[in-house]
């Protein structure tokens, strides 16, 4: 029996082009931000900004702010300013071809400050990190979207003091030219985290899991450190980003549940029938930060494993034709130095990233940061 697979590449046959508003503006007094955007083809992977339209927020005191666009399709307000308790919030849209859009009055949440960030250690099917944050039993009524900035240091296992170099045509061991021991890297949360505190209380308990970081990952292995935001949102906020994780969960877009069209709370002046994708959220942001060690939690267990086996290997001067050789290595800066061979103009090195943090992150060490 025989089969066969032939290559299959989908095209949008019906597209509607519409403009994509994501703004979110706080109660923190900064450059508040909004991006603009027009839909793009299934086939396509980049959208396109909407670029050099006028874009105002205006309040119920009208008072107004205004932006200006920093990089295509990216606004920021031109002065500092944060939303304000009991003061609702409009945003309006011109683009360069003169179509209006607007935002429904939107009112700043009140604010409810993070009672309490922990770190704890789980060791059920999943072993891992729970970080939770804890919230005042009264918190009952108010609708919350989490964010988290999360860093940590990358310390490579293979590191070493020393480096190989050129004296003339020769090659030879010295002290490292620069620090690669210890870096730092910073990733930012991409999922939609939302919580309703009187559903999610377990046994009495306020508080909510907002990540989750299994044992196995290696950015546990040193000092971690991670920045979380409770966003205090509108009952309408939470619903059009509960719809909006709904239907990012399925990764197979050949699933029978397609996403339609779901409406938010900015549309079109110009045209009551035209579609306008996004939301305009006004949001009371608190924010604690939290720091832990491996060993705090792990204390001599072996640390996860690194993101490269890491097996140190000879790089000989002479190597078959397709294999580079210690000179064409070293020029490519694909490896570090381990130890010396036994044989004399013979060295182990290993692959840069197990000797050299730089490739995964940064030296510089973030002005937050905690030892």
């Excluded at 309490?116 to 990190?129: F, H, P, Q, T, V």
């Excluded at 949102?233 to 059009?240: D, H, K, L, R, V």
Aim: with cysteine; proline share 6%.
């Amino acid at each position: 029996m025989n089969s066969c697979v032939e290559s299959f590449e989908p095209k949008t046959e019906i597209f509607e082009d519409a403009l994509i508003i994501e703004a979110t503006i706080t109660n923190e007094v900064k450059q508040q931000e909004i991006l603009l955007n027009r839909a793009f083809r299934f086939e396509e992977f980049v959208p396109v900004p909407e670029e050099n339209a006028s874009v105002i927020i205006i309040d119920n005191l009208q008072n107004q702010y205004s932006f200006q666009e920093i990089t295509p399709g990216k606004y920021l307000s031109v002065l500092d300013f944060g939303a304000e308790k009991g003061r609702s919030y409009q945003l309006l849209v011109i683009t360069s071809s003169g179509v209006e859009y607007a935002s429904e009055p939107t009112f700043t949440p009140q604010t409810s400050e993070i009672h309490a960030l922990k770190a704890s250690r789980i060791d059920n099917e999943e072993e891992g990190m729970s970080i939770f944050v804890e919230y005042n039993a009264s918190q009952t009524s108010t609708y919350y979207r989490y964010k988290y900035e999360e860093t940590y240091q990358i310390i490579p296992p293979d590191w070493n003091s020393q480096m190989l170099a050129y004296e003339g045509p020769i090659i030879v061991v010295k002290a490292r030219e620069r620090d690669e021991q210890i870096c730092y890297k910073t990733d930012v949360s991409k999922n939609i985290i939302l919580n309703i505190p009187q559903e999610s209380n377990e046994n009495n308990i306020p508080r909510f899991p907002v990540r989750f970081v299994q044992r196995s990952n290696y950015i546990i292995s040193h000092r971690y450190s991670i920045l979380v935001k409770q966003l205090a949102i509108s009952e309408e906020s939470y619903n059009y980003l509960e719809k909006l994780s709904e239907s990012n969960q399925d990764e197979n877009v050949f699933s029978q549940t397609q996403p339609g069209f779901f409406r938010g709370n900015v549309y079109s002046k110009s045209n009551s029938d035209e579609r306008v994708l996004g939301f305009f959220h006004v949001v009371s942001e608190s924010s604690e930060r939290l720091f832990f060690n491996y060993q705090d939690f792990f204390p001599d267990e072996p640390l996860p494993p690194y993101v490269d086996y890491c097996n140190p290997f000879v790089a000989r001067l002479e190597t078959p034709q397709g294999v580079p050789n210690i000179h064409e290595l070293i020029a490519a800066d694909a490896i570090r130095y381990h130890s010396t061979g036994p044989n004399f103009g013979e060295f182990f090195v290993v692959p840069r990233i197990c000797g050299d943090c730089t490739v995964l992150g940064a030296i510089t060490v973030p002005d937050f940061w905690e030892e």
